[in-house]
């Protein structure tokens, strides 16, 4: 009888799903993990036969939404897609509520994506160096947009800032999704966001672009120059984002959310839009528990030095 009850029941890992998971984006609709998570949700929907809902909670630069995965039930029911923030918040924050590595099962990397530096369309300046000295001349009136402490337009913001060494004032948003809207309308000046977001605003020449922030240039954005070339050598940022489950999801659910992980990132259309966004899917191999668990440990190593040195804090 026992035997029986627990072969019916609807929470057996190995039935997983028997009902709609919802993976949890940390910032705005609209924005760049937001479309990420909405291009491969599709695929993973097909392969999990369960619609893979994309819910988006907002605030403090995406921790709200990194601890209420933390703290959820741990069935395979409540995900976590999240950026190269979920390697800077430990060192960003005095606390967090959650232990970055410690309270998630790692799903597998999805892709990687380079940031680039935009201004409002009829912001003065033409290319990077000239940017920078109009920044440093005019810096009281000029602001930067961001998506809170932790975003990966803050980290990429707070970089800027110290390589020119000069305070803008910053101006937080719940995502750059909405940071894009006030950029298009021209109530914020400058802004440091993934070609996720910024590549069709780039090609209608609705705003202006400076540099893409990894070390080649960007496919499909070809006459961009890099930060370096333009004239910040050395500056850097690669973004990737990441699929996470509470930790103490059985690993048959896990298996199961890599396995259509792996087949939402061979997906003609995932590809096609993400080739046109400039970003990549990771190969196969990198799209694993085991790589995840490595990239994010090695993140966290990388970037804790430089944002402590950088001096930059939040509560
Ligand atoms: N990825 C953006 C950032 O970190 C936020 C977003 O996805 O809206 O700045």
Excluded at 23 to 47: E, I, Q
Excluded at 71 to 80: H, R, S, W
Excluded at 303 to 308: G, H, V
Aim: proline fraction near 7%; charged fraction near 20%; aromatic fraction near 6%.
């Amino acid at each position: 009888m026992c035997v029986a009850l627990l072969a019916a029941s609807p929470t057996r890992a190995q039935d997983y799903p028997t009902k709609v998971p919802t993976m949890v984006v940390p910032f705005a609709a609209g924005g760049p993990t937001d479309t990420v998570a909405r291009l491969v949700a599709v695929p993973m929907t097909k392969t999990l036969k369960q619609q893979v809902i994309v819910e988006n909670v907002l605030g403090a630069g995406g921790t709200i939404a990194v601890n209420r995965v933390a703290k959820a039930v741990a069935d395979g029911y409540t995900l976590l897609i999240h950026h190269i923030g979920m390697s800077t918040a430990p060192a960003l924050y005095r606390k967090l509520p959650y232990d970055a590595i410690n309270d998630f099962e790692p799903i597998g990397l999805i892709n990687e994506v380079p940031m680039t530096l935009v201004a409002k369309k009829d912001f003065p300046a033409k290319e990077l160096k000239e940017l920078i000295a109009y920044v440093k001349a005019n810096k009281e009136k000029i602001n930067l947009a961001n998506a809170g402490v932790g975003a990966a337009s803050h980290l990429c913001g707070m970089l800027f800032m110290s390589a020119i060494q000069t305070e803008l004032t910053t101006v937080p948003y719940n995502g750059t999704g909405p940071a894009m809207n006030d950029l298009l309308g021209g109530q914020v000046d400058i802004m440091c966001d993934q070609t996720t977001n910024t590549t069709s605003q780039i090609k209608a020449e609705k705003i202006k672009v400076y540099g893409v922030t990894t070390r080649k240039r960007v496919a499909s954005l070809p006459n961009v120059p890099t930060m370096d070339e333009a004239g910040l050598k050395g500056f850097e940022v690669s973004v990737w984002h990441g699929l996470y489950a509470p930790k103490g999801t059985p690993k048959p659910v896990i298996d199961k959310l890599t396995n259509a992980l792996h087949v939402a990132l061979k997906d003609d259309n995932v590809k096609l839009r993400f080739a046109e966004l400039g970003t990549e899917p990771v190969a196969e191999n990198r799209a694993t528990p085991a790589a995840l668990r490595a990239h994010l440990k090695a993140e966290i190593d990388k970037w804790s030095p430089i944002i402590k040195k950088a001096g930059a804090y939040a509560d």
